[in-house]
C-alpha cells in the first residue's frame, strides 16, 4: 500500500505553548462470570452444609483439601471424596500490616497455614482470639463456622486455638 | 537443523461454556497426548504452554495449569503468553539443542468467562485506542470492508467461506458449529456489524489441546509404534506487523506472506492448508498473502469458523494438519496460526511425511 | 548437535523510579533497547528477532502487550515472541532469546522486559477478589514471610541477618545511577525502625515497586566479532515445580536445586564456590538471601546466613552478591529478572562501573517467580565457551 505523502501545512503554534500530557485516566471494566470447576464447587457445596470435604489422590494417596482438581505432583485428577476434620496444627503463620486495595480485615491481622487433621497440604486461613505475639508453630486450632453458611469459604469464620496441647513437632515436620 | 516432528495430538471439544477451571480443561488433553505418545511427564525434556490471563480475568493462569502436568520432578518448563502455536515454535526452537528429544506443547482458553470482543479491544494502544473499546468483530469489519470496497472480495465470497468451513466441520467431532445453510440462505441474513453477518464470526468457544513433540530416531520410533507417519516439521517461521490500524492495509498480510515465504511453503506442492481466521474474509486475505491456489484444500477441519478457543486455536490448526499427515491423508500440509487484530502476527509451519 | 556460541554484547537499561510519568510505555521500553542497541554499535535495522517479557499484563492493564510495542521495538516485519512466566520472566525471556541464538536461528535478537507498574495498581491486579475466595493474601509478602519464618527456624539464624542484607544491597545502589532507591546514609538502625509489614518482614527488607526496562542484544559467534568485550553464555537452564503439593519444600525447592545443577553442568562449572566470581541473585525480600545462596549450593544448607554475617556477600567481600543493588533496591517486576542476567554480563565485560567485582570472570544471573516455583538462571563468562 502507499500512503499519499501529508502536504507540510504551516506549524500548528499555541499561545501559550501547549504543557505535555503526563496522564490520562483509562477506566476499564470487565465482567467476568467465574465459574468454580467441578472439584472446587463439590468442596463448596459440602462447605455450606458444614462439612470439610478433600479429595485423594490415586497415586500417591494424599488428601488435597481444597481440592486442586489435579494431583499436581502426579498430574492425575484427584477421585475419591475424604471428609476432613475441622481442627488442625499451625505449621507457619505470617501477622500482616500493610493496607491494601480490597483489604476487608483489619490490621494487624494473622493467617497461618493449618494442617487439619485427615488432610496432607496446610490450609491458609484466618486466625483468631489470641494475641498475634502468641501465635506459635505447632498450635491446635479450630474452625469457628460462621452463623449461615454458604458454598463460599467464608462459611469458616476464622479458627481459633482448641485448648490442646501443642502437636508433636514431628507430626507436622515436612510441612515447616 | 535437528529433525522435529508431531508424534501425538490431543484436543477436546469446544463448547460455548465449558464445565470445570482451566486445570479440569486441560488435564484430560495432556493426559491423552502423553498416553497417545506413551510418554511420562517425567520422561519430557521440555514443557512449554500458551494461555492469556485477560480471559479469565486473573493472573497467573498458566501457573495454575501447571497443576494438570504432573510436573514432578521439576520440569524444564516455559509459557508465552500467546496463542499455543508461538508455544509450538519455542519448543522446536528448544528441541534444536540436540541435548533433549521430547517435548509437551499444550494451549487453554475460556473465552466464555467475559466478553471476548471487549477483552480483545485491550490489546490495542492504551493510550489512543483502547479507550475507545472497539470491539474485536468491529475491527474485522473495517479489514472486511476494504475489502468489498477495494473490489477485492464480495460478500457472497465471504458467505461461500463460511458455508465451506462448517460443512467440512461435520466430519469434525470436536468443532462447535458443524453445519450450515446454502450461501443463498445465508445471504438472506441481516447483518451483525455490516459487512459482516453471524456466519462470517467465529463462536465464542471453550477448548484445549496438547501435543507431543519428538527428534529424529525417537519421533520415528514413537510414530513407528503407533502406526503413524511422523509429521515432520519442513518449516516454521512467525512474523509480527505493525498494530497501528491506519498505517496498515487491512485487506493485505504482509507477515503472513512473509512466514510463508521463510517456512519454504511453496519448496513442494502443499496438499492442504489449516488456516486460522477467525473471520471469513480473513481466509481470503490469508490465501492470497500465502499464494494458496484453488489445488490446496483448506481448512479440512473447519477452522477457527467452527470452533474458535483462544489461544488453542492457532495450535489447533497445526495439530489438525498433523493429524491428516499421521494417517496419510496428507503428504505435505500448511499450518497458520494469527494473533492481534487484524490479522497483525502470523505464524506457518509446514509439515510433511518422509 | 552442538549449540552455536551466544553472546551479550549489548546491555541497557532505563532509570527505574516509582513512576516514570515522563515516558509512556513504548518509551520506556525503547530507553532500554537504544541503550542496549547503542552499547552494541546496531541499530533495530540490524536486529533478526524481539522476544519481549514481562509479568501479568494487568500490572499495566494491557493485553498481549507485545502487539502494540512491536512497532516501538522496530519488530515490523520481523518474528516477535513474548514470555510470561511469572517473576523468573525476565530471566527466562533472555534465555529464550538466546536459545534463538545457539540454535542457529538467528544472529542477533533484541530481548526487552519491562514493568510500568505505575500505570494499574499491582496489589489489585496481583490479588483481584474472587468470588467463594476469601481475600487474606496482602500481596507477595503475605505468602513470602511464611517462608521466611520456616526458614529462620530450620537454620537457627540470627534475626539480624534480613536487616544487613538490606542495608547491604541499599549500599551498592549508591554505586548504581540506574537504581530506583538511593538511599543516602542507610544503616541497621534505619531498617530496624522501619514498621513490621508482613512479620518478620520489615518494610526496608523488602523490595520497592518500580517502573522500568531492561534490554540486551544477543549475538551469535559470527555476529559478535568485533563487539567490544561480549559476555560468553556459558549455560543457561529453567525448572518449574508445582505451586503446592503433600509434602513440597518451599522453602529449599527442588526446582531451583535441580535448576542450578542443571546450570553448573551445561557451564561445565564443577566446585561453583570456587569458579563464579560473583551472582545477581532475585532477592525480593532480604531473608531470600541466605535462602536462595543455599539452593543454589553455594553455601551449604542451613549456613547461608552466616555468608551474609561474615560480609562476604558484600562488594569487597569473597563472594559479592547483587553488587547493583538487586530487587531490593530496583524491582519492575518483569524486568528485574532480566536485569539480574544484565547485570551479570556487565559484570564479566568489566562494564559495571562503580559496582564493578573486581576480577569478574564467571558470573550467575537468577530469577525466580510464582511461589518460588519457577527458576531461571544463566551463567555468563569473559571466556568463549
Ligand atoms: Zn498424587
Known amino acids: 500500500m502507499s500512503i499519499p505523502p501529508t502536504p507540510a501545512g504551516p506549524a500548528l503554534e499555541f499561545d501559550p505553548p501547549l504543557s505535555p500530557v503526563m496522564r490520562i485516566d483509562c477506566p476499564v471494566r470487565l465482567d467476568y462470570t467465574i465459574a468454580a470447576g467441578r472439584e472446587q464447587s463439590r468442596f463448596l457445596r459440602a462447605m455450606s452444609r458444614g462439612h470439610l470435604l478433600g479429595r485423594r489422590c490415586p497415586e500417591c494417596r494424599k488428601v488435597y483439601l481444597p481440592p486442586r482438581g489435579t494431583c499436581p505432583r502426579c498430574g492425575v485428577m484427584t477421585a475419591e471424596d475424604v471428609e476432613v476434620q475441622p481442627r488442625g496444627t499451625i505449621t507457619t503463620w505470617c501477622v500482616t500490616n500493610v493496607p491494601y486495595e480490597g483489604q476487608v480485615l483489619e490490621l494487624p491481622y494473622v493467617t497461618a497455614s493449618v494442617l487439619l487433621d485427615g488432610a496432607d497440604l496446610p490450609f491458609y486461613f484466618l486466625i483468631q482470639g489470641l494475641p498475634a505475639d502468641q501465635i506459635r508453630m505447632g498450635m491446635r486450632v479450630e474452625a469457628e463456622w460462621a452463623d449461615t453458611l454458604g458454598p463460599t469459604l467464608d462459611s469458616i469464620r476464622c479458627f481459633r486455638p482448641s485448648g490442646e496441647p501443642d502437636a508433636d513437632p514431628a507430626s507436622y515436620a515436612e510441612h515447616v | 537443523m535437528v529433525d522435529v516432528a508431531i508424534v501425538a495430538f490431543a484436543q477436546r471439544p469446544s463448547v460455548r461454556n465449558a464445565v470445570g477451571d482451566e486445570v479440569e480443561l486441560v488435564q484430560p488433553v495432556i493426559q491423552q497426548a502423553l498416553e497417545d505418545a506413551g510418554l511420562r511427564a517425567s520422561e519430557l525434556g521440555f514443557v512449554c504452554s500458551g494461555s492469556c490471563d485477560y480471559l479469565i480475568g486473573r493472573p497467573f493462569s498458566f501457573v495454575t495449569a501447571l497443576d494438570a502436568v504432573g510436573a514432578w520432578p521439576p520440569l524444564c518448563e516455559s509459557h508465552v503468553e500467546m496463542d499455543g502455536a508461538f508455544a509450538f515454535y519455542e519448543a522446536w526452537v528448544r528441541l534444536q539443542h540436540g541435548d533433549v528429544d521430547t517435548a509437551l506443547v499444550y494451549a487453554f482458553g475460556r473465552s466464555s468467562l467475559g466478553s471476548l470482543p471487549i477483552i480483545l479491544s485491550q490489546q490495542l494502544d492504551p493510550y489512543t485506542v483502547a479507550p475507545l473499546f472497539p470491539d474485536a468483530i468491529s475491527l474485522a469489519a473495517l479489514q472486511a470492508r476494504a475489502l468489498l470496497d477495494g473490489g477485492r472480495a464480495t460478500e457472497r465470497d465471504f458467505a461461500e467461506v463460511a458455508c465451506r468451513s462448517r460443512r467440512a466441520a461435520e466430519g469434525n467431532p470436536n468443532a462447535q458449529l458443524r453445519q450450515s445453510a446454502d450461501v443463498e440462505a445465508l445471504l438472506g441474513a441481516a447483518c451483525l456489524r455490516p459487512p459482516l453477518r453471524v456466519h462470517d464470526c467465529p463462536p465464542i468457544s471453550d477448548g484445549a489441546c496438547a501435543m507431543v513433540l519428538a527428534t529424529g530416531e525417537r519421533a520415528r520410533a514413537i510414530a513407528s509404534a503407533r502406526g503413524r507417519a511422523p509429521a515432520w516439521v519442513a518449516g516454521v517461521d512467525h512474523r509480527i506487523d505493525p498494530q497501528d490500524l491506519g498505517s496498515r492495509d487491512l485487506t493485505r498480510a504482509p507477515s503472513a506472506k512473509l512466514a510463508a515465504e521463510r517456512a519454504g511453503a511453496h519448496r513442494a506442492p502443499l496438499d492442504l492448508a489449516e488456516l486460522h481466521a477467525p473471520f471469513s474474509p480473513q481466509e481470503l486475505i490469508l490465501r492470497e498473502a500465502m499464494g494458496l491456489g484453488p489445488q490446496v484444500a483448506i481448512n479440512p477441519s473447519g477452522g477457527a469458523l467452527a470452533a474458535n478457543p483462544m489461544m488453542v486455536a492457532g495450535l489447533t490448526r497445526v495439530g489438525e494438519a498433523a493429524l491428516r499427515i499421521h494417517d496419510g491423508r496428507a503428504g505435505r500440509a500448511l499450518a497458520h496460526a494469527t494473533s492481534g487484530p487484524c490479522l497483525q502476527q502470523n505464524l506457518v509451519c509446514v509439515l510433511e511425511a518422509r | ?385
Request: hydrophobic letters at 45%.
Open chain 3, 1 to 385: 548437535m552442538s549449540r552455536e556460541p551466544c553472546a551479550v554484547i549489548g546491555v541497557g537499561q532505563t532509570r527505574h523510579a516509582s513512576r516514570r510519568k515522563d515516558v509512556s510505555i513504548p518509551g520506556l521500553v525503547r530507553e532500554a533497547a537504544l541503550r542496549a542497541l547503542d552499547d552494541a554499535g546496531l541499530t533495530f535495522a540490524d536486529i533478526d528477532a524481539v522476544v519481549l517479557g514481562k509479568a501479568p499484563d494487568t500490572f499495566e492493564g494491557v493485553v498481549m502487550p507485545e502487539l502494540f510495542l512491536a512497532s516501538a521495538l522496530g519488530a515490523a516485519g520481523k518474528p516477535m515472541m513474548r514470555v510470561h512466566t511469572a517473576g523468573s520472566v525476565g530471566g527466562s525471556t533472555a534465555i529464550v532469546a538466546a536459545h534463538l541464538i545457539q540454535a542457529g536461528v538467528h544472529e542477533r535478537v533484541l530481548t526487552v522486559a519491562f514493568e510500568k507498574q505505575s500505570e494499574s495498581d499491582a496489589m489489585w491486579a496481583l490479588s483481584p477478589r474472587i468470588p467463594f475466595q476469601p481475600t487474606l493474601v496482602a500481596g507477595a509478602g503475605g505468602y513470602f514471610a511464611p517462608l521466611v519464618r520456616s526458614y529462620i527456624q530450620r537454620a537457627g539464624a540470627p534475626p539480624h541477618i534480613g536487616v544487613e542484607v538490606a542495608v547491604k544491597d541499599r549500599l551498592h545502589a549508591l554505586r548504581n545511577p540506574y537504581a530506583h532507591l538511593h538511599m543516602e546514609g542507610i544503616d541497621r538502625a534505619m531498617v530496624e525502625a522501619s514498621p513490621m509489614l508482613w512479620d518478620p518482614i520489615r518494610y526496608l527488607e523488602t523490595c520497592p515497586s518500580s517502573d522500568g526496562a531492561c534490554a540486551m542484544v544477543l549475538a551469535s559467534e559470527r555476529a559478535a566479532r568485533g563487539a567490544a568485550r561480549p559476555a560468553w553464555v556459558r549455560g543457561t537452564a529453567m525448572r518449574s515445580e508445582p505451586t503446592m503439593f503433600a509434602g513440597r519444600d518451599a522453602v529449599n525447592p527442588r526446582a531451583g536445586q535441580d535448576c542450578a545443577q542443571a546450570l553448573y553442568r551445561e557451564a561445565g562449572i564443577d566446585d561453583p564456590r570456587r569458579q563464579l566470581d560473583t551472582a545477581e541473585i532475585y532477592v525480593p525480600f532480604s531473608w531470600f538471601e541466605p535462602m536462595w545462596l543455599e539452593n543454589l549450593g553455594l553455601a551449604d544448607e542451613g549456613q547461608g546466613w552466616r555468608m551474609t554475617d561474615e560480609g562476604a556477600t558484600a562488594l569487597g567481600g569473597r563472594f559479592p552478591v547483587n553488587a547493583s543493588g538487586g530487587v531490593l533496591s530496583s524491582n519492575p517486576i518483569g524486568a528485574s529478572g532480566m536485569l539480574r542476567f544484565a547485570e551479570a554480563a556487565l559484570q564479566v565485560r568489566g562494564m559495571a562501573g562503580e559496582h564493578q567485582v573486581d576480577g569478574a570472570r564467571n558470573a550467575l544471573g537468577h530469577a525466580y517467580g510464582g511461589g518460588s516455583q519457577f527458576f531461571a538462571m544463566w551463567i555468563v563468562s569473559e571466556e568463549r565457551p
